[in-house]
């Protein structure tokens, strides 16, 4: 008789367990369209890039510092910020996983999601 050893429990990718708090806290804090960007062999940044919009300076501020908030409860992480003060587009970098919050017109402006997404196939 052949005994089948039992399924072991697969190691969890920090970074995938930060991209999952990253994006429930945006959710929460009602951040608007959020766009989640595998840069796994892509980029040696990071794993991941979240870019979403807040409706205004101050939600752009609020959702940040949430964010922060969570990070550092979570994972212990201080996570490098920049732009919070004008809240126009805040970066937050945390390793694994880079944040962009910007306001729409910004957002609109730079258009991040462009540069990272894969081209379509041409026929």
Known sequence: MTRTPGL?????NQSDEILALVLSSLEDD?????VSIDLAGKSSMADHMVICSGRSTRQVAAISEKLL???KAGFG???KVEGKDQGDWVL???????VHVFRPEVREF?????????PAVQA
């Open 77 to 79: 992480i201080s996570a």
């Open 30 to 34: 009602k951040a608007e369209d959020i």
């Open 110 to 118: 730079y258009q991040l999601e462009k540069m990272w997404m894969t």
């Open 8 to 12: 072991k429990p697969v190691p969890t």
């Open 92 to 98: 937050i970098d945390t390793g694994d996983v880079v």
């Open 69 to 71: 908030d969570r990070l």
